[in-house]
Structures are given as structure tokens and as C-alpha cells.
């Protein structure tokens, strides 16, 4: 097998390709989420434990 055959995918290289991209782009957009969230969770967390601490 040639690799500029595998990598030309029988004609299909943009859709698989394409496919790949976006697959690999949202797995890691949810990353970024999920770790904003966590940090905006610990935040929030220490925020209501020092205002429940002052009264």
C-alpha cells in the first residue's frame, strides 16, 4: 500500500479528513469546558465557604 493512496482515502480524503477535524476540535473544546467548570466549581466553593465562615 502506497501512503499517498492511504492518505488520499480513495477520493474521500476531505470527508474523512474533515471528519477527523471536527471530531478532534470538540473533543477538546469539551476539555476547555469541563475544566472551566471545574475551576468555576472550586470558586465557587471556596466563595460560600469564606462568606459562611464571616457570619
Do not use: P
Not at 2 to 19: C, I, K, Q, R, T
Amino acid at each position: 500500500m502506497d501512503w499517498s493512496e492511504f492518505f488520499s482515502m480513495g477520493g474521500y480524503a476531505f470527508y474523512v479528513w474533515g471528519s477527523y477535524l471536527v471530531t478532534l476540535i470538540l473533543m477538546g473544546g469539551e476539555v476547555v469546558v469541563l475544566l472551566r467548570r471545574r475551576k468555576l466549581l472550586r470558586h465557587q466553593k471556596r466563595s460560600g465557604l469564606e462568606t459562611r465562615g464571616k457570619q
